[in-house]
């Protein structure tokens, strides 16, 4: 217990030690962080008016953001599977940092659900037993079962290992190996479960298809991977730990495959919107064309479409063998994905609204100040944990460290 | 966990890995840890904007309307009462209308009568207490009345902005849409802390001091029938409407969602919901959907009845019909 409270304080002191340029990006991080804080207060003040959300759009940027990271949480599985499933030896140096990407990814979700609220001070209306809990019921309780589950389950396992490492020890496998193999079935329930929100609702042509959880975790699938791919140069480079080329390869496979799987059901759903016209499709034409002089989303799903059309291209050609080529489709297909999965999936499901109206939304700059708050928070609190895990992963931070064989 | 030997750093003393503490770097920490704390208070600086009792102990603890005491109950009335005085300005009749047994309500709507006029989206504004200052506030109305081309039954061409000087319009038709009160409602079932149910007289109501605003029951509407305060309602006192209860038309709290109850507050006390009062054609027909003498009992078995969305599943009480 002494040990860890050690630990915690060594953990802590850390954080305050590095260089310029660590100070220097911690800072910017902190200040963004603030002022999404600071438009966030004005909000929680004046009411959501503050949002350019309205009774005919009644979710907008908040959730669009939240269902694209459940996407990117979920899929730090693509590391643990290959590293735990299929026993890739290099994976394994990785691994650890696809479950620091899910913490931070899971609480910026937790925080762009928050700030959706309209009364987050009843946040524990949620939480048995104070409040009154819709189970089975809602699948915005599932979500939140599902959500802090795979937060908890990450924390251990990536808490239990970095600590045993820090004492220099072989970690249990019974600690740990059970919850990895939970985290993988767990991690796809998170997002299924997320687009089951949009799924079970009836009312809304657009969201009412069964291929909506597919393409979720297809397009996860290339969006997790592609932050990861540059995350992990990031890494080798301003780091002392070495990752080689491997893991990032692997990596790129996947999302190949995943981005073909996004761009076959994208097919498939284009297909079935317009080759006959129905009532139902209302929401597909206002998304891609335009519907009675209406036309806010058109390029920006455009943008994603060809965005994700690019990195397609690349990822299935050698040029993605470069690792420049590789970089440039990881971006194409992170932006690509993050517009058609956010604002391209929970608009339309409002425009047209049930009795036909076309009301088009667009963000404020309070609620974009919100939104790029959380945003710098997650990338805070990221490097805050890759600052102290690394130490700790290539052995400089020791709780007795072996001096005998430094001097050597 | 990685074991690559490229990966194994020689080990260090814990005093190399953090450096100890001297005067000259707690003196820099001091200075960082003040920076920070002068920005966090500035960031939460509107908070302190927030008016006196918008956050109080007493709503925190506040349990389900369904788990009150009577007690419990009559006591955040009052102080809900004496809150609305000292923020509008008028002492309001405020209670809570249980339902009556024996009853459930059904509404119908003849379509053939209908002009148009919007009265009773008028008069549900004012009975409900909402905000009528600029256009926003009138999409806060429970009642939206569509303007349908003659020929079909088309929601996507209808137009709810309509504004001739006269109705009804040639080749126009016209159709009120409110909550619809369905049995199988989607809106209940996805509510994650259960603030919105269905009463015993079929009424869904939502309960204020509950609700978290997540809007998910707004998703789920396939009616549109469901409103958010996205501000504090703006009421002048002069237009205050005090007969108020918990469950219906007291001013709402800025953050919730709220929705027509059939005017609860009325019905449950034997009168005519507003909107079915002000009708210059008599086009809506309210009742009791149990008593089979009841007029909406004659109109659902005598009439052509037309079903909004049945193809959604909802069941609603809420039906329009066709004279010839």
Redesign the interface.
Same mark, same amino acid.
């Given at each position: 217990m002494r040990d860890y409270v050690t630990f915690l304080f060594?953990a802590w =002191?850390?954080s305050?030690?590095g260089s310029a340029r660590y100070y220097a990006w911690m800072s910017v991080l902190?200040?963004i962080s603030?002022?999404g804080?600071?438009a966030w207060? =004005?909000q929680? !003040?004046?009411?959501?008016?503050t $949002?350019g959300? $309205?009774?005919?759009v009644?979710?907008g940027a908040y959730i669009a953001n939240f269902t694209f990271l459940v996407g990117v949480a979920a899929a730090a599985v693509m590391l643990v599977i290959p590293a735990y499933i299929y026993k890739k030896e290099h994976m394994?140096? !990785?691994v650890?940092f696809g479950e620091l990407i899910a913490i931070a990814v899971i609480v910026m979700c937790l925080l762009f !659900?928050t700030v959706?609220? %309209?009364?987050?001070? =009843?946040?524990?209306?949620?939480i048995p037993p104070f409040?009154?809990?819709?189970f089975p &019921?809602?699948?915005?309780?599932w979500d939140?079962i599902v959500l802090n589950g795979y937060l908890m389950l990450n924390l251990h396992i990536a808490g239990y290992?970095l600590y045993?490492?820090y004492h220099h020890r072989q970690?249990t496998r019974l600690f740990y190996i059970p919850f990895v193999f939970l985290s993988i079935v767990w991690a796809v329930s998170i997002h299924t479960v997320t687009a089951f929100?949009y799924v &079970?609702?009836? &009312?809304?042509g657009y969201w009412h298809h069964p291929l909506v959880p597919s393409r979720f975790l297809a397009s996860a699938f290339v969006a997790g991977p592609a932050l990861m791919i540059v995350t992990f140069q990031i890494i080798r480079r301003t780091t002392?730990?070495?990752i080689?080329d491997e893991p990032i390869f692997t990596l790129r496979m996947i999302m190949t495959v995943a981005m073909i799987i996004n761009m076959f059901l994208l097919g498939c759903e284009l297909f079935t919107e317009f080759y006959y016209p129905t009532?139902h499709a209302?929401a597909a034409h206002y998304l891609f064309f335009g519907l009675h002089g209406h036309a806010g989303l058109v390029p920006w799903i455009w943008a994603a479409v060809s965005l994700n059309t690019l990195g397609l291209a690349f990822l299935m050609t050698p040029v993605s063998r470069h690792i420049t080529g590789l970089n440039v489709a990881c971006v194409a297909c992170f932006i690509g994905i993050w517009t058609e999965k956010g604002m391209g999936l929970i608009i339309p %499901?409002?425009v047209? $609204?049930?009795?036909?109206?076309v009301v088009e939304y667009l963000p404020t700059l309070n609620e974009t100040m919100v939104c790029l708050g959380i945003w710098a928070f997650g990338a805070l609190l990221f490097s805050w944990m890759l600052h102290v895990a690394i130490?700790i992963?290539?052995?400089?931070? =020791?709780a007795k460290?072996?001096?005998s064989?430094?001097t050597q | 966990m990685s074991h690559d030997p490229q990966n194994e750093v020689s080990p260090r003393t814990v005093e190399q890995v953090y450096k100890p503490m001297n005067r000259r770097t707690f003196l820099k920490g001091a200075a960082a840890s003040m920076i920070g704390v002068a920005g966090l208070m500035a960031a939460l600086k509107p908070l302190l904007e927030l008016e006196s009792g918008a956050v109080t102990l007493d709503d925190l603890l506040q349990k389900h309307y369904r788990e009150l005491t009577r007690e419990d109950l009559q006591r955040i009335i009052i102080s809900l009462a004496q809150k609305e005085q000292r923020e509008y300005g008028v002492y309001p009749n405020l209670r809570d209308v249980k339902p009556l047994d024996g009853v459930e309500f059904g509404y119908a709507l003849n379509l053939t009568r209908c002009i148009g006029c919007r009265k009773c989206a008028n008069a549900c504004l004012k009975e409900n207490n909402q905000s009528r200052e600029d256009a926003k506030d009138l999409e806060m109305s429970y009642i939206r009345v569509l303007e349908l081309n003659k020929g079909a039954i088309n929601l996507e061409t209808s137009d709810p902005y309509y504004d001739p000087a006269l109705v009804p319009q040639e080749g126009k038709y016209y159709m009120p849409v409110q909550c619809h009160q369905c049995r199988q409602s989607p809106c209940t079932k996805v509510c994650p802390v259960q603030a919105t149910w269905q009463e015993q007289d079929g009424l869904v109501v939502v309960d204020y001091n509950w609700c978290i605003g997540c809007r998910y029951c707004m998703a789920a509407c396939p009616y549109d029938a469901r409103r958010f305060n996205y501000k504090k309602p703006t009421v002048a006192k002069d237009q205050i409407n005090p007969n108020q209860s918990y469950l219906s038309n007291r001013i709402r709290p800025k953050g919730v969602v709220e929705k027509c109850t059939f005017c609860l507050h009325r019905t449950r006390e034997g009168k005519y919901p507003a909107c079915q009062e002000v009708c210059p054609t008599g086009a809506r027909v309210f009742g009791n959907l149990l008593d089979p003498n009841s007029e909406i009992s004659y109109v659902l078995n005598n009439k052509r009845v037309y079903i909004l969305k049945e193809d959604v599943g909802t069941q609603p009480r809420f039906y329009y019909f066709f004279d010839k």
């Open positions: 060594r =002191r850390l305050f030690q902190t200040l603030l002022l804080l600071h207060a =004005r929680f !003040v004046d009411g959501l008016q $949002t959300m $309205t009774n005919q009644s979710w394994h140096e !990785v650890l !659900v959706d609220l %309209g009364h987050p001070e =009843r946040f524990h209306h949620m409040g009154v809990f819709n &019921g809602s699948i915005l309780s939140v290992l045993c490492r970690p929100l &079970g609702l009836a &009312g809304r002392r730990y070495f080689c009532a209302a %499901g409002f047209p $609204t049930p009795l036909g109206q130490p992963m290539n052995g400089s931070l =020791r460290p072996d001096l064989a430094a | -």
